[in-house]
Protein backbone atom coordinates (compact mmCIF):
# COMPACT_ATOMS: atom_id res chain seq x y z
CA UNK A 1 0.00 0.00 0.00
CA UNK A 2 1.95 3.48 -1.19
CA UNK A 3 -0.66 5.42 1.48
CA UNK A 4 -2.65 7.30 -1.15
CA UNK A 5 -6.20 5.73 -1.10
CA UNK A 6 -9.28 6.35 -3.59
CA UNK A 7 -12.09 7.75 -1.79
CA UNK A 8 -14.47 8.10 -4.43
CA UNK A 9 -14.26 8.65 -8.44
CA UNK A 10 -12.41 11.75 -8.15
CA UNK A 11 -10.56 11.96 -4.39
CA UNK A 12 -7.60 10.35 -2.78
CA UNK A 13 -6.82 10.46 0.87
CA UNK A 14 -3.20 10.18 1.65
CA UNK A 15 -1.44 8.79 4.86
CA UNK A 16 2.15 7.74 5.32
CA UNK A 17 3.63 7.08 2.28
CA UNK A 18 6.58 8.03 1.18
CA UNK A 19 7.85 8.89 -2.43
CA UNK A 20 4.87 8.15 -4.57
CA UNK A 21 4.90 7.46 -7.96
CA UNK A 22 1.19 7.91 -9.72
CA UNK A 23 2.01 5.63 -12.90
CA UNK A 24 0.51 5.92 -16.25
CA UNK A 25 -2.46 8.40 -15.43
CA UNK A 26 -3.68 11.36 -17.67
CA UNK A 27 -6.02 13.31 -15.13
CA UNK A 28 -5.58 14.28 -11.73
CA UNK A 29 -9.39 15.40 -10.96
CA UNK A 30 -10.51 18.43 -9.47
CA UNK A 31 -9.86 18.44 -5.97
CA UNK A 32 -8.11 14.80 -5.94
CA UNK A 33 -6.08 15.96 -3.53
CA UNK A 34 -7.66 18.68 -1.62
CA UNK A 35 -6.63 19.91 1.24
CA UNK A 36 -4.64 16.69 2.23
CA UNK A 37 -1.68 17.68 5.18
CA UNK A 38 -0.03 14.35 4.50
CA UNK A 39 1.26 15.35 1.48
CA UNK A 40 4.85 16.92 2.72
CA UNK A 41 8.31 17.95 1.42
CA UNK A 42 9.32 14.62 3.19
CA UNK A 43 6.65 12.65 0.57
CA UNK A 44 7.51 13.37 -2.57
CA UNK A 45 5.01 12.61 -5.04
CA UNK A 46 6.08 12.09 -8.58
CA UNK A 47 3.99 12.54 -11.43
CA UNK A 48 4.15 10.32 -14.72
CA UNK A 49 5.54 11.78 -18.30
CA UNK A 50 1.51 10.49 -19.44
CA UNK A 51 0.39 13.41 -16.90
CA UNK A 52 -2.24 15.53 -19.08
CA UNK A 53 -4.01 17.45 -16.79
CA UNK A 54 -4.44 18.77 -13.20
CA UNK A 55 -7.66 19.37 -12.19
CA UNK A 56 -9.79 22.18 -10.79
CA UNK A 57 -8.33 22.48 -6.87
CA UNK A 58 -6.66 19.02 -7.24
CA UNK A 59 -4.05 20.23 -5.03
CA UNK A 60 -5.38 23.06 -2.95
CA UNK A 61 -4.51 23.47 0.21
CA UNK A 62 -1.43 21.09 0.61
CA UNK A 63 0.48 23.70 2.12
CA UNK A 64 3.93 21.70 1.93
CA UNK A 65 3.33 19.94 -1.27
CA UNK A 66 6.77 18.42 -2.76
CA UNK A 67 5.57 17.34 -6.10
CA UNK A 68 6.98 16.98 -10.29
CA UNK A 69 8.50 14.69 -11.89
CA UNK A 70 11.17 12.14 -11.41
CA UNK A 71 15.09 12.88 -11.96
CA UNK A 72 15.49 10.53 -14.32
CA UNK A 73 12.38 12.15 -16.65
CA UNK A 74 13.87 15.42 -16.16
CA UNK A 75 15.73 14.56 -19.62
CA UNK A 76 12.77 13.68 -21.79
CA UNK A 77 11.38 17.62 -21.66
CA UNK A 78 9.52 16.62 -24.97
CA UNK A 79 7.78 13.52 -23.75
CA UNK A 80 6.37 15.65 -21.20
CA UNK A 81 2.56 15.76 -21.91
CA UNK A 82 0.92 18.34 -19.22
CA UNK A 83 -1.50 20.71 -21.17
CA UNK A 84 -3.91 22.06 -18.63
CA UNK A 85 -3.67 23.54 -15.10
CA UNK A 86 -7.45 24.00 -13.60
CA UNK A 87 -8.55 26.73 -11.58
CA UNK A 88 -6.60 26.83 -8.14
CA UNK A 89 -4.48 23.36 -9.07
CA UNK A 90 -2.00 24.42 -6.55
CA UNK A 91 -3.99 27.20 -4.77
CA UNK A 92 -2.94 27.63 -1.20
CA UNK A 93 0.07 25.53 -1.63
CA UNK A 94 2.79 28.37 0.41
CA UNK A 95 5.53 26.18 0.89
CA UNK A 96 5.07 24.62 -2.81
CA UNK A 97 8.20 22.94 -3.83
CA UNK A 98 7.42 22.23 -7.12
CA UNK A 99 9.58 20.89 -10.81
CA UNK A 100 6.99 20.86 -13.67
CA UNK A 101 8.46 22.17 -16.77
CA UNK A 102 5.44 23.13 -18.84
CA UNK A 103 6.69 22.26 -22.18
CA UNK A 104 3.48 21.91 -23.95
CA UNK A 105 1.29 23.72 -21.86
CA UNK A 106 -1.70 25.31 -23.36
CA UNK A 107 -4.15 26.53 -20.39
CA UNK A 108 -3.27 27.79 -17.13
CA UNK A 109 -6.45 28.68 -15.34
CA UNK A 110 -6.89 31.70 -12.64
CA UNK A 111 -5.24 31.15 -9.53
CA UNK A 112 -3.57 28.04 -10.73
CA UNK A 113 -0.21 29.13 -8.17
CA UNK A 114 -2.46 31.61 -6.10
CA UNK A 115 -0.20 32.09 -2.19
CA UNK A 116 2.50 29.91 -3.31
CA UNK A 117 4.51 32.41 -1.86
CA UNK A 118 7.40 29.88 -3.05
CA UNK A 119 7.67 30.13 -6.12
CA UNK A 120 9.85 32.53 -7.40
CA UNK A 121 10.20 31.66 -10.49
CA UNK A 122 7.95 30.36 -13.90
CA UNK A 123 8.79 29.79 -17.31
CA UNK A 124 6.23 29.85 -19.80
CA UNK A 125 6.15 28.38 -23.53
CA UNK A 126 4.88 29.67 -26.43
CA UNK A 127 2.13 27.21 -26.29
CA UNK A 128 -0.04 28.85 -23.86
CA UNK A 129 -2.68 30.09 -25.62
CA UNK A 130 -4.75 31.08 -22.22
CA UNK A 131 -3.42 32.48 -18.85
CA UNK A 132 -5.49 34.04 -16.29
CA UNK A 133 -3.94 35.86 -13.88
CA UNK A 134 -5.43 37.09 -10.49
CA UNK A 135 -3.61 39.79 -8.58
CA UNK A 136 -2.30 38.23 -4.97
CA UNK A 137 -5.09 40.67 -2.26
CA UNK A 138 -2.97 42.14 0.77
Not at 55 to 77: P, Q, T
Not at 100 to 109: G, Q, R, S, V, Y
Amino acid sequence: NNGIVKKDNNTFLVSGFKNTTLDDIEIISSRAFYNQKNLTKTNYLTFPLTLKVIGDYAFEGCENLSCGYKDSDRKKFSEMCLEYLGIGAFKECTSLDLYLPIPKIDIINSEAFYNCDSIKYLSLPSTVTYLALVRKHR
